[in-house]
T-cell receptor
């Protein structure tokens, strides 16, 4: 079946604008994760959704970042009043169950550039 | 929470030689240890994983070993090839919590 799908693949915007990034997980996967990866760096955890539980937002770097997951499927990551340091690749991953013990399947990411 | 440390951060090997990447973890309750490979500009992809009920797992040229007592696990790549050049991430998790990733190892295979 289809893998994790992210859109847009690239986004260029001006500093101060809001952006929305979309993630479509693998069908049936209950867990969804957002990560940020700056150039040449590792995977920075942002937020984790599992079923109907309250999301784990412990990785969000500031209150300009928020995420929603509607109907237990598609997720949107929103960054308000973007700053140049927000430039990075934003990766989404899903897994068949929440918590650990299950492989995460990653999307191709959204490359965000803030001018 | 879980803390995963990964060494080395960069590794250069001659084609045909072996490469070894080591990770340590802090939470003794962790029982799942996957390894991901990320080629330049691509998504991370799972290459092998191991669970705490086994000490070693092998898949062709790739093997992972786990020492639960010492809380460390390692990735071994034998007979390295140019296509093995990538960033490798280890990770660890307990059943009721999310994966924690290491900082990554950039592997370069010299022809």
């Amino acid at each position: 079946g289809a893998g994790v799908s992210q859109s847009p693949s690239n986004k260029v915007t001006e500093k101060g604008k809001d952006v929305e990034l979309r993630c479509d997980p693998i069908s049936g996967h209950t867990a969804l994760y957002w990560y940020r990866q700056s150039l040449g760096q590792g995977l920075e955890f942002l937020i984790y959704f599992q079923g109907n539980s309250a999301p784990d937002k412990s990785g969000l770097p500031s209150d300009r970042f928020s995420a929603e997951r509607t109907g237990g499927s598609v997720s949107t990551l929103t960054i308000q009043r973007t700053q140049q340091e927000d430039s990075a690749v934003y990766l989404c991953a899903s897994s068949s169950q929440g918590g650990g013990n299950q492989p995460q399947h990653f999307g191709d990411g959204t490359r965000l550039s803030i001018l | 929470g879980e803390n995963v440390e990964q060494h080395p951060s960069t590794l250069s090997v001659q084609e045909g030689d072996s490469a070894v990447i080591k990770c340590t973890y802090s939470d003794s309750a962790s029982n799942y240890f996957p390894w991901y490979k990320q080629e330049l500009g691509k998504r991370p992809q799972l290459i092998i994983d191991i669970r705490s009920n086994v000490g070693e797992k092998k898949d062709q040229r790739i093997a992972v070993t786990l020492n639960k007592t010492a809380k460390h696990f390692s990735l071994h790549i034998t007979e390295t090839q140019p296509e093995d050049s990538a960033v490798y991430f280890c990770a660890a998790s307990r059943p009721d919590y999310k994966l924690s990733f290491g900082a990554g190892t950039t592997v370069t295979v010299r022809a």
